[in-house]
């Protein structure tokens, strides 16, 4: 069950809400793309309801809403230190039904992994989910076969139908917004097939690491890390201290994302380090992505969004790679050890 | 809920120079802790470095440090009286208890004799507890030596070899690899018997080979892994391998499902 409104009533309910809540959601930067004269997709504090982007994929997905690219933890003077404050209240994130499967994997790793994220729960407790229906896939989306094509978990559904919008609430606390309008008997689209299609092979284990389907990849990839920073479901991050200039004995320590792809990224004092080629590198994401958190949590962290074929310069496709997988597990045999 | 990586401030109380870039650090620190967990160590400024307890005493920990990187560097300007920060222990750590009643064999490779030093010292102070104790412990050179104190105690209730790469003068250790003394060691219950192997990658790869030569089970065997450990609760994703996070699940692990683990 759900309500039209038309494109006014729409502006209206964003309005309302934003009176309550900080709202997040893709907005159209104009040239603010790495290359000169590109635009970019990306997540921002929503002004005026116009600015929402909802007939394009944002080229950066909504988790930095949740997990901000550079997060003070606290600040330290030589002996002290005092906690950073929440950087925001309560929000709203617009975001589509692949990332907000997104949401449980981010959940299962900052929640559920033995330790509770202090910082990661205080922004999580703050946040409600809207999904932007996607009556069609894109071109480069493989939900369908990750299973993230239909929304779970969010609090409410806009559907686009011309000039009308389907808004399906799914939180009772809302209801209020809605006092007044037409109900309607429809239920909101989800994407039921993808042009790019994965298979993942059963039989799949570590041993695909002796496979020669990485080799291409030592010399195609460049390690800018520019798929992790992208995805859904990257959610690594480093230390990083920085030190007043002003006065060098206070500053403060922050987590900044970070790249499995990037150099750097398992250096141990010493000198040491692991996956030095860059087709280890896309095993190991990949074997993160489809199998290794799967024996962790039980499902898949990919989510199909296809936001790292997308943006790689060396058109290298994540989606392809997947599909190499049965190859390779032909090559090697299935017995590990 | 709990912040995690606030960290509190602890004393140094004393510092045991073994070498020229390796001390060790006496730290103030109340509550549980066992061998083999580590600290996320840190100066303001310098950032954070895991570091594993090295001895475990009343009101204190031993951290080892080896003056490798940025953090550590920083460390090493700093003497007694002075403070540290420190969050953890994190990790699993070694239980002693999987050793009682059982011929032991620990190989340490360089500051990998840090990790398992608490288990050496434990079951070299109540030699009742295990049939045996042999403890291998290899370093680059005489120089390099760790513990050089511990180890001429525990040759008092242990057999100890300890060896380097290459010796100048007299020395009183043996020259060449840990690995080649494996074959050697006399064990009376291969089924029992029971294995503790630390150091860098290699060395442990070949003495695990040489161990299960030598006939222990491959269940009787625990690795200790070193990875960059950001976090130390299987948040930052750097100590990943394979579904398992290091920070979490080890850095102890029993070897039929440490090998498993390809980085």
Redesign the interface.
């Given at each position: 069950m759900g309500y039209t409104l038309s494109k006014e009533q729409f502006e209206t309910l964003v309005n309302r809400l934003s009176e309550q809540y900080q709202v997040f959601a893709p907005v159209k930067f104009v040239g603010g793309n790495t290359f000169t004269d590109v635009d970019v997709i990306r997540y921002d504090q929503v002004k005026n309801p116009e600015e929402i982007v909802l007939d394009q994929k944002s080229d950066y997905s909504f988790k930095e809403v949740l997990l901000p690219l550079s997060e003070t933890l606290f600040y330290y003077t030589e002996e002290q230190t005092k906690e950073a404050d929440i950087p925001r209240g309560e929000a709203v994130v617009f975001l589509r039904s692949c990332e907000m499967h997104a949401v449980k994997v981010l959940d299962d790793i900052y929640l559920n992994n033995k330790f509770e994220d202090y910082y990661y729960k205080r922004l999580r407790d703050k946040i409600k989910f809207i999904v932007i229906a996607c009556p069609e896939s894109f071109d480069s989306c493989f939900c369908v076969d990750m299973g993230t094509n239909k929304p779970e978990g969010q609090d409410m559904i806009i559907e686009q139908q011309g000039d009308q919008f389907l808004v399906v609430n799914e939180n009772p606390q809302w209801e209020a917004y809605f006092e007044g309008y037409a109900k309607v008997d429809q239920a909101p689209s989800y994407a039921k097939e993808n042009k790019v299609k994965v298979h993942i092979p059963e039989n799949l284990n570590p041993n695909i690491a002796k496979s020669s389907i990485w080799e291409e990849y030592d010399t195609r990839c460049i390690a800018c890390g520019r798929c992790n920073f992208v995805c859904p479901t990257c959610t690594c991050f480093t230390m990083q201290d920085i030190l007043y200039s002003d006065n060098g004995k206070a500053g403060e320590r922050r987590r900044v994302q970070a790249s499995c792809m990037v150099d750097g990224f398992t250096d141990v004092a010493g000198g040491g380090s692991y996956r030095k080629k860059f087709g280890e590198r896309m095993r190991f994401k990949m074997m993160h992505k489809v199998y290794d958190f799967r024996k962790r949590f039980g499902y898949n962290m990919c989510v199909g969004c296809g936001r790292c074929d997308d943006v790689c310069p060396e058109y290298i496709s994540f989606s392809a790679n997947i599909n190499k997988l049965e190859e390779g597990m032909k090559e090697v045999g299935e017995e590990h050890a | 809920?709990?912040?995690?990586?606030?960290?509190f401030?602890s004393e140094i109380t004393e510092v045991i120079k073994h070498t020229d870039i390796e001390y060790t650090f006496r730290m103030t620190y109340e509550g549980d802790v066992r061998p083999g967990q580590f600290f996320e160590v840190?100066l303001?400024?310098?950032?954070?470095?895991p570091i594993s307890v090295s001895g475990i005493g009343d009101g204190t920990v031993d951290l080892t440090i080896?003056k490798?990187?940025h953090v550590?560097g920083e460390i090493f300007e700093n003497y007694v009286g002075d403070?540290l920060?420190l969050r953890g222990p994190y990790g699993n750590g070694f239980d002693v208890d999987d050793y009682k009643g059982k011929e032991i064999l620990v190989v340490a490779g360089g500051t990998g004799l840090s990790p398992v030093r608490g288990v050496v010292d434990y079951f070299a102070t109540h030699q009742s507890e295990a049939k045996s104790l042999t403890l291998i412990a290899g370093f680059k050179s005489p120089n390099d030596i760790l513990f050089f104190e511990d180890i001429a105690r525990w040759k008092q209730h242990a057999q100890v070899i300890l060896t380097v790469d290459c010796a100048e003068g007299d020395t009183d250790c043996h020259i060449g690899l840990v690995t080649q003394f494996i074959p050697d060691i006399k064990i009376e219950n291969m089924d029992e018997a029971v294995a503790v192997v630390v150091g860098?990658?290699i060395m442990m790869r070949f003495s695990v080979m040489g161990l299960l030569d030598l006939g222990l089970k491959e269940e009787n065997i625990w690795i200790s892994q070193?990875?960059?450990m950001?976090?130390g609760?299987?948040?930052?994703?750097?100590c990943?391998i394979?579904?398992s996070?290091v920070c979490?699940d080890g850095p102890v692990y029993r070897y039929p499902e440490g090998?498993?683990l390809?980085?």
């Open positions: - | 809920m709990r912040n995690e990586y606030i960290p401030i840190s303001p400024k310098y950032g954070e470095a080896r490798v990187g550590t403070k920060f860098p990658p070193e990875r960059k950001c976090c609760i299987g948040k930052c994703g750097h990943k394979g579904e996070y979490i090998k498993l390809i980085d």
